[in-house]
């Protein structure tokens, strides 16, 4: 086993290691013909679109090959249509820019239509945790108060 549990918490430690001792990650990853397997994200950062299951790092690891971008964070936020719509957070390389058709276009015949990001957002930095991760569940919250999103699983708004 990885461990114990969490640190005088019980109830994190009960959500993460089940009965049988097994600790639950909550990483996706695939395997591979050969029996490898890649991480290719956390379960709480698969975005649901129209029922597809879109792996965020898929994406972002494509946007990396663009030569204008420095950084990239893939989001789900809420879509009335789809449940969830792709949205982009990119740190472009200094003195550069890229509009958002050009990003499109950039996205198109490359990787499947359901991934391109529907909304585009450029930044200088990310939200970040003081142990510098990437804090994508206020990225969300974020990018649903500019674009006046809400989430249809809010009963309070729905």
Not at 31 to 41: E, F, K
Request: charged share 30%.
């Amino acid at each position: 086993s990885v461990m114990l549990g969490y640190w005088d918490d019980t109830n994190a430690t009960a959500e993460a290691i089940d009965s049988n001792g097994w600790m639950h990650t909550r990483d996706l990853a695939l395997m591979d013909g050969d029996g490898y397997l890649r991480i290719v994200g956390r379960l709480t950062d698969m975005i649901i679109r129209g029922g597809e299951n879109i792996y965020p790092r898929e994406i972002e690891e494509f946007l990396y090959t663009h030569p204008n971008i420095e950084d990239a964070q893939v989001i789900g936020v809420p879509s009335k249509m789809y449940g969830e719509e792709v949205m982009a957070w990119l740190k472009l390389k200094a003195g550069t820019d890229a509009t958002d058709e050009a990003l499109t276009a950039y996205c198109r015949g490359q990787i499947s239509t359901t991934k391109i990001p529907r909304y585009w957002k450029r930044v200088e930095t990310f939200p970040m945790t003081v142990t510098g991760k990437v804090q994508k569940f206020r990225m969300r919250e974020l990018a649903m108060s500019e674009l006046d999103l809400v989430d249809p699983a809010d009963k309070d708004h729905a």
